[in-house]
């Protein structure tokens, strides 16, 4: 019992870490209409930043918060230079440039930072006092955050006018124009905001399973399944879908089919929502017009 | 009394297709203006011109003696032009009271909260359901959600598509006595474009009468109301 | 924007059009020369040479594979590296396993490929997109995790992976082993090609493409989409399975992590580069994938996906229906002008 509890509240830490990605992919989803497939290579990038100045002497909330602002610059410049030219092209042109940015920042990541495997550290120290029987600090530290953030995040978009403007270019870019609401900015800020939950996610996980260029690979794909199981046009599901992945998995590890397959069972997740309801858990049906 | 909107050869294309053809219009100062025609003429086209979206655009289009053609729509409307669009556009995830603050979105001014209090006072049903999800309400309570949502822009032109489009008579009567008296307490100009051309005349002082993209007769209201040849030919009635 | 250029009426390819000669008899001069060719290569090269070549060809097969599905079908498919490895390791598992021939492998390993990618396509049925990119992106990621797996390792060596030893030449052709594996893979390689040509040009082709641009029009037209979508998913992954049963007699070798997402990542580029819904595209795809990696290794480790990034991202910029589309497009211009 003790040991199920124990994977249950692991499960439900790194459940976090997919909860925020997964929020980021629906992000941009909601209003692009487009998967983000490079996400965890942005986040991975924007980890190294952090590591090169911790490296350098930079104390860890300082290389941390500046980590923030340097993923919301790279989201926001990513979407106006990259992605925008491709906003009316076919799906398959769009997941094409998609892959091809995985690919440039994944390239970019092992150049400048090369391939090896780095430690990256965590402030939350191993003997501090919130560790208990079931979490280790960091476990417990990566919750806190991660509900920080998502607290952050919903007061931004239900209470802020930016926030407002924001939901509004997701959902009706035509009326929101209408209100003197910028549609372009709006979806780049969006995709900036993205980035910077990427970031948080991927400066969380470092600690556990180390940096190297492929170390977001199958954390994106956790994401995804976290995504599509709580609707992938509903934020809050796909936050909830990324806390049950991160729980399941961590059962299935331990009781059911052993560590290694843990990206198979993502995989079976993922086709099986895909099959039986698409539109995840919360999400809205979808409605194709003829 | 000067035209607060001028356009000059104002001729609008979807794609390669050409729908309005060289239009002139004005619309006065505090006046109301109405444009009418049969389905398919260009009405909603004309507007959409007006605010460079979904149409390619040329000509000449003046708002208070500037140049306006070739703006983003975003900055037209910021100059001081709400549209209260075709089909309504309203934000259905978003609350009723989400919908009029996002209609002030672009407004810096303290006097924000009153015109909240001053659109309820026109359409006390919004008040009631402010918190509603503004996809549940009706069609008749989205429409008046629409005008307020172009109100809260506090604008000095306001375009509306078809208000009376899909709704009841007397909800349609209420709604234009509403406008009515926006135009009169507040001096804001109108350009209506609408089907129920009945209506519309009683309420604009001018009308221009559209048809396959170019202006046939333009006029007085009550002229264009009166004369029977033109009725039966154009207005149907 | 990937279109299919429609065949020219045949009034226009037969009508003359330089040095007296039609279109058509200066297309399949043009075949019968690239053959010849083809077939005097593996004398005039060095061995190391030669192993690119096949390569290539190799690639070219695994390439039309992912275009009929792709290009063609409008299914995307980010996980082709997965039917590839299937393929591959097919023909290791049987030849290290049992005493079946090697050319017999092939097949085998053609049909499995065919019931996976048939079975896969049935769930994908459902998936347009994006959806569907991610289920075969997931399929990418997960494969060499699958291969890895210990409970496996019986069947697949687990990380050493399995060692095989190429064929030689049959008794009587005086051909080294490594020029016989290329006249073999040009033996499979030909007829695979020429099928899907007519396949692609006649009713079948006409339905894919129907398919992928206006679905819903085209199940209103009476075309079962949903049993051509899984055969075309079935019948893309037995040629791609081919390939990678061809390209483990190649390589000798065969491990999990040659076929990981980047694998499924070349094959995109390849695709891209060679020209969506172009068949002779197959090819120009597979020498850039085959080459870029040699060259760039060169510069840094990292080079070869920076590559893959920026082409990927130019070509739907500025070139969306691949280097076929623009050969064609100048082919037309060409033609204009010499008809003059």
Same mark, same amino acid.
């Given at each position: 019992m003790q040991a199920f509890l124990h994977q249950v509240l692991s499960g439900f830490a790194t459940g976090g870490i997919y909860a925020s990605v997964a929020l980021a992919l629906v992000m941009i989803y909601q209003s692009t209409h487009h998967v983000n497939f490079a996400q965890g290579e942005m986040a991975t990038f924007s980890t190294y930043?952090?590591?090169?100045?911790?490296?350098?002497?930079?104390?860890y909330w300082a290389a941390f918060l500046l980590t923030l602002l340097f993923a919301f610059v790279l989201g926001v410049a990513i979407e106006r230079i990259i992605v925008r030219p491709f906003y009316k092209a076919p799906v398959l042109s769009v997941i094409a440039v998609f892959i091809g940015l995985l690919l440039i920042i994944n390239s970019l990541s092992g150049a400048l930072f090369d391939y090896t495997i780095k430690p990256f550290p965590s402030p939350f120290p191993s003997d501090a006092w919130y560790g208990g029987p079931y979490l280790s600090p960091h476990e417990v530290g990566m919750i806190f955050v991660t509900f920080v953030v998502l607290a952050l995040v919903f007061v931004f978009f239900r209470f802020t006018p930016l926030g407002l403007a924001m939901r509004a270019a997701a959902e009706n870019p035509v009326s929101s124009r209408l209100c003197g609401v910028r549609v372009g900015w709006m979806l780049a800020l969006g995709w900036g905001l993205a980035g910077l939950i990427g970031a948080v996610a991927g400066m969380m996980t470092a600690p556990v399973i180390y940096l190297d260029p492929y170390m977001m690979f199958s954390v994106l794909l956790y994401g995804f399944a976290g995504a599509l199981l709580g609707g992938i046009d509903n934020p809050w599901g796909a936050v909830l879908g990324g806390f049950i992945v991160g729980v399941l998995q961590n059962i299935a590890g331990a009781y059911?089919?052993?560590?290694?397959? +843990?990206?198979?069972?993502? @995989?079976?997740?993922?086709? #099986?929502?895909l099959v039986i309801k698409p539109s995840g858990l919360f999400g809205r049906p979808i409605v194709t017009r003829v | 009394m000067s035209a607060i909107l001028e356009t000059r050869g104002l001729s609008a294309a979807y794609g390669p297709t050409r729908v309005l053809q060289s239009i002139d219009l004005s619309v006065p100062e505090r006046g109301i203006v109405t444009l009418l025609g049969a389905n398919?003429?260009?009405?909603?086209?004309?507007?959409?011109?007006?605010?460079?979206? +979904?149409?390619?655009?040329?000509?000449?289009?003046?708002?208070?003696?500037?140049?306006?053609?070739?703006?983003?729509?975003?900055?037209?409307?910021?100059?001081g032009i709400g549209h209260v669009p075709d089909g309504r556009g309203t934000l259905v995830s978003l609350s009723v009271e989400e919908n009029l603050r996002l209609g002030a979105y672009t407004r810096r001014d303290a006097r924000v909260a009153q015109d909240f209090e001053r659109v309820y006072g026109y359409f006390p049903r919004l008040k009631e359901r402010r918190r509603q999800q503004a996809g549940t309400l009706s069609g008749g309570e989205q429409q008046m959600l629409a005008i307020s949502r172009a109100l809260m822009l506090r604008p000095k032109l306001m375009l509306l598509d078809e208000p009376s489009f899909g709704l009841a008579p007397l909800v349609v009567q209420e709604i234009f006595r509403i406008l009515r008296t926006i135009n009169e307490q507040e001096g804001m100009s109108m350009l209506l474009v609408e089907q129920n051309a009945n209506i519309a005349l009683e309420l604009a002082s001018e009308a221009y009468l559209l048809e396959t993209g170019r202006i046939m007769l333009s006029g007085p209201a009550a002229t264009i109301g009166s004369d029977e040849s033109v009725r039966r030919a154009y207005l149907g009635y | 924007m990937a279109t299919l250029e429609t065949s020219r009426p045949a009034a226009s390819a037969a009508a003359p059009l330089f040095a007296g000669l039609s279109l058509r008899v200066w297309q399949i001069i043009g075949l019968a020369a690239v053959l010849a060719a083809a077939c005097v290569l593996p004398f005039v090269i060095s061995s190391y040479q030669l192993l690119l070549a096949t390569q290539?060809?190799?690639?070219?097969?695994?390439? @039309?594979?992912?275009?009929?599905?792709? #290009?063609?079908? #409008?299914?995307?498919?980010? #996980?082709?590296?997965?039917?590839?490895?299937?393929?591959?390791?097919?023909?290791?598992? @049987?030849?290290?396993?049992?005493?079946?021939?090697?050319?017999?492998?092939?097949?085998?390993?053609?049909?499995?490929?065919?019931?996976?990618?048939?079975?896969?396509?049935?769930?994908?049925?459902?998936?347009?997109?994006?959806?569907?990119?991610?289920?075969?992106?997931a399929l990418a990621i997960a494969t060499p995790q699958l291969l890895k797996y210990?409970?496996?390792?019986?069947?697949?060596?687990?990380?050493?992976?399995?060692?095989?030893?190429?064929?030689?030449?049959?008794?009587?052709?005086? @051909?080294?082993?490594?020029?016989?594996l290329y006249f073999f893979c040009l033996l499979w390689t030909i007829p695979l090609f020429i099928v899907a040509w007519n396949l692609l040009r006649g009713r079948t082709g006409r339905a894919l493409v129907a398919i992928r641009d206006h679905p819903l029009a085209a199940a209103t037209m009476g075309i079962d989409t949903a049993r051509y979508k899984s055969m075309t998913f079935g019948v893309s992954a037995m040629y791609t399975g081919i390939a990678g049963a061809l390209g483990a007699l190649l390589a000798q070798f065969v491990s999990p992590d040659s076929f990981d997402f980047f694998l499924s990542v070349r094959f995109l580029v390849g695709v891209v580069v060679g020209g969506l819904?172009?068949?002779?595209?197959?090819?120009?795809?597979?020498?850039?994938?085959?080459?870029?990696?040699?060259?760039?290794?060169?510069?840094?480790?990292?080079?070869?996906?920076?590559?893959?990034?920026?082409?990927?991202?130019?070509?739907?910029?500025?070139?969306?229906?691949?280097?076929?589309g623009l050969v064609r497009a100048l082919g037309h211009r060409l033609g204009r002008w010499v008809a003059r």
């Open positions: 930043i952090a590591w090169k100045m911790i490296s350098i002497g930079f104390p059911l089919v052993g560590t290694e397959l +843990m990206v198979t069972v993502a @995989l079976v997740i993922i086709i #099986g929502i | 398919g003429a260009g009405k909603t086209t004309t507007l959409r011109a007006l605010c460079n979206m +979904m149409v390619r655009v040329s000509g000449e289009i003046r708002f208070e003696g500037q140049r306006i053609d070739g703006k983003a729509t975003e900055d037209i409307v910021r100059l | 290539v060809i190799v690639y070219a097969v695994a390439l @039309l594979g992912l275009n009929i599905l792709t #290009g063609y079908n #409008g299914q995307f498919s980010l #996980g082709h590296g997965a039917f590839y490895a299937i393929g591959a390791y097919t023909t290791a598992i @049987l030849l290290d396993k049992t005493g079946i021939p090697y050319w017999a492998t092939i097949p085998m390993a053609g049909v499995l490929c065919f019931i996976v990618g048939f079975l896969f396509g049935l769930p994908a049925l459902r998936l347009e997109g994006h959806y569907l990119a991610l289920a075969t992106f210990k409970d496996f390792d019986f069947l697949t060596g687990g990380v050493q992976g399995i060692v095989i030893s190429a064929p030689d030449a049959p008794d009587g052709l005086p @051909l080294r082993a490594d020029q016989w819904a172009s068949m002779t595209g197959a090819f120009f795809g597979a020498i850039f994938i085959e080459f870029v990696p040699n060259i760039a290794d060169l510069l840094s480790k990292a080079a070869p996906q920076a590559i893959y990034g920026v082409v990927l991202i130019g070509c739907m910029y500025l070139m969306p229906t691949g280097v076929m």
